[in-house]
């Protein structure tokens, strides 16, 4: 866990300047591409949740259409988990920029596919296809975003990262909506867009910089090993931190449902204000200025605390209230872990670190629903469920705390990213 290691100061602006420039058009633009490129995944994830019902009504024919059709929403990110290590180590030994820009282009052949195509078998690996490009482009985006930045600006775009993911969902849910009014195949064209980011992507960013101090210990040059047990420690937490992260988002609509709720504007409107909570996480992460580890325990309780509440809620306001105390917490709690994992980074083992988190992050995310679906059936209520795993963030909270209080004073070296 990360209390295992010692913790680390108080993140403060950068003595030296951050590996890129920080101001200006360029670095606007270099900003604006790699947020872009971050909600490519999320776009994958929700854009053709919309048209299911259409898509199913299609298949109907097809044999095993009722559990095939949803696998064309879900694969994606299963093949982001499985793939998103081996992509990292791609990163590491081609370049981030070059895989970026190939993984961008081929994402728009991929998501667009289903235009053309009349078999779902077909659809659906076209489809795993797609989640093959996001590991590449998360992974890459991700790991620039380390490369690019150091200190506290790397914090920044990081938290802005979460941010862009989380308002992107709901802005790709209702684009998705829209488009397949006019027929299931609609929304796939949303997918071209990355044809237009892929040149800009080759043209504006720049090659980043190789050379530093290594996370692990030693210069970049010399002989390390990669700092697997800080890491893994990371990933596991992440794991669970993705399960947290999911949970408002993914059952929601079943919570407000089991509670009367069937007004589908209603249920939007909820899941907005949620997702609005998540976004105002990462703001007030970014603005703390604090190194990630020690607010871990503190960013748990919080998500505990707003589960705890949607358990206990007996009405519609008091679950949306548990509900954005929770999402306050979840929104700081994946920017303090990315975080938290970069710092332990070396540039030379960045790609590999980064694409072994996001598996642990989209690995969270699949199993998300049918962890919750298993607390259900042990419980015998979603909310019974929901409240189970605030137990679990509040012991995995006292854990850490625990951890930390057990490994002593504050270390006073400065994290990597820190280090000339």
């Known amino acids: 866990m990360p209390g295992s290691v010692p913790p680390s100061p108080v993140v403060a602006e950068d003595a030296a300047a951050s ?11 270099r900003v604006t591409l790699l947020m872009a490129g971050s909600c490519l995944p999320i776009l994958g994830a929700v854009l053709i949740a919309p ?3 259409k898509m199913q009504d299609h298949f109907a024919s097809v044999p095993g259409a009722k559990a095939l059709v949803p696998l064309a929403l879900t694969v994606p990110a299963l093949a982001l988990a499985l793939l998103a290590p081996f992509a990292g180590v791609i990163v590491d030994r081609l370049g981030r920029k070059r895989l970026l820009v190939v993984a961008t282009l081929l994402y728009a052949a991929f998501g667009t596919a289903p235009l053309w195509l009349d078999s779902l078998g077909a659809i659906i690996a076209s489809r795993a296809l797609v989640g093959v490009a996001e590991a590449a482009i998360m992974t890459c985006c991700t790991t620039l975003i380390g490369d690019y930045y150091s200190g506290q600006r790397r914090v920044k775009y990081l938290a802005l990262q979460t ?6 969902a709901t ?5 998705g909506g829209a488009a397949g009014s006019a027929g299931w195949r609609v929304p796939f064209w949303v997918y071209a867009v990355s044809l237009v980011l892929a040149p800009l992507m080759a043209s504006a960013l720049p090659s980043p910089a190789t050379g530093g101090t290594s996370a692990a210990g030693g210069s970049a ?5 990669f700092p697997w047990r800080q890491l893994g420690g990371i990933c ?11 949970t408002v988002p993914v059952e929601m609509s079943y919570l407000l449902d089991d509670l009367g709720v069937k007004n589908s504007g209603v249920i939007g409107l909820a899941t907005a204000i949620a997702s609005a909570a998540t976004v105002g996480g990462a703001v007030t992460f970014a603005r703390l200025k604090r190194s990630p580890d020690p607010m871990l325990p503190a960013v748990l309780g919080v998500c505990a605390v707003g589960f705890g509440v949607m358990f206990l809620a007996g009405s519609a306001p008091l679950l949306v209230v548990g509900a954005v105390v929770n999402c306050v917490g979840t929104g700081m709690l994946l920017p303090a872990l990315l975080t938290s994992a970069m710092s332990r980074l070396a540039f030379e083992d960045r790609g590999r670190g980064t694409g072994l988190w996001m598996a642990a992050f989209f690995g969270g995310e ?15 209520s979603l909310a019974g469920a929901v409240g189970l795993l605030g137990v679990a963030c509040a012991v995995v909270a006292g854990a850490l705390f625990v951890v930390r209080r ?3 004073v504050v270390d006073s070296r400065p994290l990597p990213e820190q280090l000339a």
């Not at 941010?163 to 992107?168: D, I, K, L």
């Not at 802005?171 to 684009?175: H, I, P, T």
């Not at 699949?366 to 015998?380: H, M, N, Q, R, T």
């Open 366 to 380: 699949f199993v998300c629903p049918l962890v919750l679906l298993g607390g259900e059936s042990g419980v015998g």
């Open 236 to 246: 596991a937490l992440t794991f669970f931190g993705a399960m947290v992260f999911y």
């Open 51 to 53: 048209v299911l019902p």
């Open 163 to 168: 941010m862009c993911a989380s308002a992107s």
């Open 221 to 225: 040059g010399g002989r390390r090993s």
């Open 406 to 408: 057990r490994a002593g």
């Open 19 to 29: 590996p890129a420039a920080v101001s200006g058009p360029a670095h606007l633009l």
């Open 171 to 175: 802005v790709f849910f209702v684009l």
